[in-house]
């Protein structure tokens, strides 16, 4: 029989941030606000909030989990900055998981479908896209890899995919302009990564003895590097 784990979860990938603290399948507590700009603040007054109204200390924590995206960079790496902050002088452990993998795992509990395309901004005229499978283990894994596209291949890429879940839709929407107008925008679902299910993720994977995700943020454009001997 499993062991019930419990774990702290933060995902900041997207314009809305959460917290939240489970104990295997129970939410114990959560919040949630939306990301203005960067608020170091916010975050932690959430944490300490969420470990003072579970009773739970820092020390008894399995795992202090986040999110590393794609999406908001600064977050990203706050999140998992945070992360690593909170559980290395407990001796816990910091895992990550991907945000886009916890938003595909929730639509495929949410629909009953194995299959879910998550799509985002990209910024610099571009797109993120990920394709995900649930497995017989309930997880889900990438298929094929990411791809970032040009807005002008978004329609043909996600025009035969069953559910399509984008965390920036609005701006995403806005952005491609015309070249949706022909799309049943019905089909695109806005929903924004959580940390309930980054959490839950991650308990999963855990459960079934999986590794964290690396320690770096998910990060699709190549490196920007200035040319040798340019101004800095």
């Known amino acids: 029989m499993n062991r019930v784990r419990t774990v702290l979860a933060m995902e900041l990938s997207s314009a809305r941030g959460s917290v939240a603290l489970l104990r295997g399948d129970e939410i114990v507590c959560s919040a949630a606000w939306t990301q203005e700009q960067r608020d170091e603040g916010r975050l932690f007054e959430s944490v300490r909030s969420a470990l003072a109204a579970s009773g739970v200390p820092v020390k008894l924590l399995d795992a202090v989990v986040a999110g590393r995206g794609p999406g908001s960079y600064t977050g990203i790496r706050m999140a998992m900055t945070a992360a690593h902050f909170l559980a290395a002088p407990h001796g ?129 454009h190549p490196p920007v590097v200035a040319p040798s001997g340019a101004d800095q």
């Open 92 to 220: 816990r452990s910091a895992y990550f998981v991907g945000s886009a993998e916890a938003v595909a795992l929730e639509a495929c509990e949410e629909t009953g479908v194995e299959r879910v395309t998550v799509i985002g901004d990209a910024r610099r005229g571009a797109a993120w896209l990920g394709r995900f499978r649930r497995g017989d283990d309930g997880l889900v894994s990438l298929v094929g890899g990411w791809t970032l596209l040009p807005l002008e291949e978004v329609r043909r890429a996600v025009a035969e995919e069953p559910v399509v879940i984008s965390p920036d839709w609005p701006r995403l929407r806005e952005r491609l302009g015309t070249r949706v107008q022909d799309i049943d925008v019905r089909r695109v679902r806005h929903r924004y990564p959580s940390a309930e299910w980054v959490g839950r993720t991650a308990l999963l994977r855990m459960s079934g003895g999986a590794v964290s995700d690396p320690r770096e943020p998910l990060y699709l």
